[in-house]
């Protein structure tokens, strides 16, 4: 088959429902309507749009799977063909790889191989009002970004990247700071985030709590909340005890979000992730 959404409609054609009816004596008229208009828009979209992943495992694409299923159930749900053009970040000099693009996503990794190119990406979109998705990482450079650019902090950076920054708006989880063995160590899971009314990632999600899966040692810098919120980012989530920023935004931007968490691996066909449906949205605007 061209698509692998197309597997319960052939089932259904198969006759797999009066097989299972016969073998378990339980029978449930499948209902693929709405289904069948997900995948048909999949095979024929209305509109089309490109969006550059900013990345440095862009050679294997198998890398970002959860991401490009992510943006195959917004195909479906908002009939328009996604065009994701990878961008190898490990050594971004030529800028004009990203012309012409109709959003941006910087998606989450580990190392510093990369990641100033990825920044540079972020200054670009947000320069440019281009919509803009970080995810995990990609939150972390937002907020490295707008520290260097908005807030006058020259050098700022992660203490992942550069221990001896002078201004550490990213620095290591408190619980993680004695561990030294690695594997299965990190913040790991579903964790809920507390959304701001009136924001836009509170808009997208429709609801005032969140639970999104999370992978990740480090955080924005508490010590630095103040002065990024002064100069205009958003903290549209957080963490009920209120440390840990889980979302941010820069609201008078088309579309400019980002989130600590993996929404991408909780999204589904029939209910896309909510930051992916809403970037999407912009970027078709």
């Not at 992943?53 to 908002?78: P, R, V």
């Not at 800028?95 to 510093?112: A, E, H, K, Q, R």
């Not at 708006?169 to 913040?187: C, Y």
């Amino acid at each position: 088959v061209d698509d692998i959404y197309e597997m319960p409609i052939i089932f259904e054609q198969e006759g797999l429902p009066e097989i299972i009816h016969k073998k378990l004596n339980i029978y449930s008229p499948p209902d693929l309507r709405k289904w069948k208009k997900l995948v048909e828009n999949i095979r024929n979209p209305d509109r089309q749009i490109t969006v550059a992943m900013c990345g440095k495992y862009t050679k294997l694409e198998d890398s970002y799977a959860s991401i490009i299923e992510s943006f195959n159930h917004c195909s479906a749900h908002l009939s328009c063909k996604i065009d994701l053009k990878w961008v190898e970040t490990t050594d971004l000099k030529d800028t004009s790889l990203l012309d012409g693009v109709d959003g941006l996503v910087v998606p989450g990794g580990f190392g510093s191989r990369g990641t100033e190119g990825k920044i540079e990406a972020i200054r670009l979109a947000r320069e440019r009002d281009i919509p803009f998705l970080g995810l995990c990482l990609g939150l972390q450079l937002a907020v490295i970004e707008f520290a260097r650019n908005l807030c006058n902090l020259t050098g700022a950076n992660s203490t992942e990247m550069d221990p001896d920054t002078p201004y550490p708006v990213i620095d290591i989880l408190p619980e993680q700071k004695e561990i030294t063995e690695k594997g299965g160590t990190m913040r790991l899971g579903a964790y809920p985030a507390a959304l701001r009314e009136g924001t836009v990632v509170h808009s997208l999600y429709r609801s005032n709590e969140v639970s999104e899966r999370h992978r990740h040692r480090y955080e924005v810098n508490p010590d630095y909340h103040l002065i990024l919120q002064e100069k205009g980012m958003v903290f549209s989530g957080i963490s009920p005890d209120r440390r840990l920023v889980e979302f941010i935004e820069l609201p008078q931007l088309k579309f400019f979000a980002a989130t600590q968490a993996h929404p991408e691996l909780k999204s589904r066909m029939e209910n896309p992730a909510p930051l992916f449906y809403g970037f999407v949205k912009a970027c078709l605007s």
